[in-house]
C-alpha cells in the first residue's frame, strides 16, 4: 500500500524537523521546504496528500500558496503559525485552509489532526462501488458531487473543500435543520469540542459567494438557538 506524503513548510528547520519526527514515527513520508515557492513547485512536481503550512515564510507566505493551492488541488491543508489572533485564524480558513493551529504545539496534537483530516479527505477519495451521487439543482443552485463543483444560475462558485461539503450536506436533506455540532461532525469528522466558530465562519462565506446579501429569499436559513437549513 502506498505510503502517504506529507508536506512540511516552515522555514525554522527545527520546528520541521520536529514535525517530521513525529510524522514519520506514525509512517507518514514527509517532505520538508523552507519558503513558499519550493512548496508549491513539490505540490506541482510530487503526490502530495496533505500540507502543513508556516504563513510568514520568504518568497511567498503560506496564505498565497494556500491560494494557488486551491485553485488545482483538495487535500487537506493545516496552517501551522505563530500568528495567533482570531483574524489570522478566519482568513486562513477562509482562503481554503482546514485546520488552524498556533505555535508553540504540542506534536501529539498536531499528529491527532493529521490523522482526522487524511481520513475524511482519504475516506473522500476512495473509488465508488455503488453509482455516481446525483446532481442537485434547487432554486438556481446547481451541485455536481463527483466533480465537486458548483454553478449559481450557470455562473461557476468558487468554493472551499470545506465550503463544498457543509453546502452538499446541507442541500441534500432541504428543510433539515442541522445543528452547529452535526455540521461539525459531519464535515471535518472530528468530535465537537469548539468547532462552533469555524462552522459560523464558513457558513458566513459561502453565503457571501451565494449572494444572499443580494437576495430577499436566503439559500441557508439560521434556526435561531437550533442551527441552520437549507432553504431551497
Known amino acids: ?29 514527509v517532505v520538508k521546504v523552507a519558503d513558499g515557492q519550493e512548496a508549491i513547485r513539490v505540490i506541482q512536481s510530487q503526490s502530495i496528500e496533505l500540507v502543513i503550512l508556516d504563513i510568514m515564510m520568504p518568497k511567498m507566505d503560506g496564505y498565497e500558496v494556500t491560494r494557488q493551492i486551491r485553485g488545482q488541488y483538495h487535500m487537506p491543508i493545516i496552517f501551522l503559525s505563530a500568528k495567533t489572533s482570531d483574524f489570522d485564524k478566519v482568513t486562513g480558513l477562509v482562503i481554503g485552509a482546514d485546520d488552524y493551529m498556533t505555535k508553540p504545539f504540542t506534536p501529539i496534537e498536531l499528529v491527532a489532526r493529521v490523522n482526522a483530516q487524511l481520513r475524511r479527505f482519504l475516506m473522500l477519495n476512495q ?53 452547529v455540532e452535526n455540521i461539525f461532525q459531519q464535515v471535518w469528522a472530528e468530535e465537537y469540542y469548539e468547532g462552533g466558530n469555524t462552522v459560523m465562519v464558513h ?30
Not at 2 to 22: F, G, N, P, S, Y
Not at 170 to 176: E, F, G, I, T, V
Not at 207 to 229: A, C, F, H, P, Q
Open 127 to 179: 473509488p465508488q462501488a455503488t453509482e455516481n451521487k446525483s446532481i442537485l439543482e434547487i432554486s438556481g443552485v446547481v451541485i455536481y458531487p463527483e466533480q465537486r463543483t458548483v454553478s449559481l444560475y450557470g455562473e461557476h462558485i468558487e468554493l472551499t473543500p470545506k465550503e463544498f461539503d457543509i453546502l452538499y450536506l446541507l442541500a441534500s436533506h432541504p428543510k433539515k435543520v442541522y445543528t
Open 203 to 232: 457558513i458566513r462565506t459561502l453565503r457571501k459567494k451565494l449572494g444572499e446579501d443580494k437576495r430577499k429569499n436566503k439559500l441557508i436559513k439560521t434556526v435561531w438557538g437550533v442551527g441552520y437549513t437549507f432553504n431551497g
Open 1 to 29: 500500500m502506498k505510503r502517504v506524503t506529507i508536506l512540511v513548510a516552515d522555514d525554522e528547520a527545527e520546528i520541521a524537523d520536529l514535525i517530521a519526527i513525529h510524522l514519520e514515527k506514525e509512517g507518514y513520508n
